[in-house]
């Protein structure tokens, strides 16, 4: 079947680094999205990652690695605003979207 | 980037009504729609997945006589909840992949209805 693990819930201190990991074990691979979700709000999107390596965006960097079927999302310096869900996403041979359960991320000052 | 707009943004109505949330494309032609319901500190899940022209697909446990999906157009679907009761309370989101997204799968989103059944 198909899978995708991140981790439920992680805390992380204002300014500081934070980690987010993703799993995946799909039939096939066009693709993985990392989505930001705020409470009773739609997602947003944050990056989108085909080719291994990693792609930086400003705070946001993600990171994939196929033959591993992983994925990270790296938030640096981070503000009480980052507080949110971060939902990983892979694009499977039939160009469906398969979704982790996604990782609520809290910030404390 | 490309927009999706949903419409409305939130609904009150009576156990038993029926309701009706539109999604469009403002600025893309949406080949494809997908309707998403998300209950409370839950991740999407996925409803039905709609091309244009042609019947909704259904997931595994979705009442398709429920929860009615046109997508008429390439700009608009819309998701009528029928006869809704108070367990339909949910968090509906709409997203739409097309032109914009080219094939990489990437989905725009609506900004989501909170519908709340009386």
């Known amino acids: 079947g198909q899978n995708i693990d991140q981790p439920t819930e992680m805390t992380a201190t204002e300014g500081a680094i934070v980690q987010i990991n993703c799993t995946y074990q799909?039939?096939?691979?066009?693709?993985l999205f990392w989505y930001q979700q705020h409470a009773g709000e739609a997602p947003t999107f944050l990056s989108y990652n085909v080719l291994d390596g990693l792609e930086e965006k400003g705070r946001f960097s993600s990171f994939l690695s196929r033959s591993k079927g992983y994925s990270y999302l790296l938030l640096k310096e981070l503000q009480m605003k980052d507080s949110a869900s971060y939902l990983c996403?892979?694009?499977?041979?039939?160009?469906?979207?398969?979704w982790g359960a996604g990782t609520k991320l809290i910030i404390k000052p | 980037g490309a927009v999706v707009s949903q419409h409305p943004s939130r609904v009150i109505c009576k156990s038993g009504t029926s309701v009706k949330i539109e999604c469009r494309s403002l600025?893309?032609?949406?080949?494809?729609m997908f309707w998403y319901r998300q209950f409370p500190k839950q991740s999407l899940m996925l409803m039905a997945t709609?091309?244009?022209?042609?019947?909704?697909?259904?997931e595994q446990g979705v009442e398709k006589d429920k929860f009615l999906i046109n997508h008429a157009s390439l700009t608009l679907s819309t998701l009528t909840v029928t006869s809704a009761h108070p367990e339909d309370s949910s968090f509906y989101i709409c997203?739409?992949?097309?032109?914009?997204?080219?094939?990489?799968?990437?989905?725009?989103f609506g900004e989501g209805s909170r519908l709340t059944v009386l």
């Open positions: 799909t039939s096939g691979f066009n693709g």
């Open positions: 600025d893309f032609q949406a080949t494809t």
């Open positions: 709609s091309n244009e022209g042609s019947k909704a697909t259904y």
């Open positions: 996403a892979v694009v499977d041979s039939n160009y469906q979207l398969i």
């Open positions: 997203s739409a992949r097309g032109i914009a997204g080219g094939d990489t799968g990437e989905l725009f």
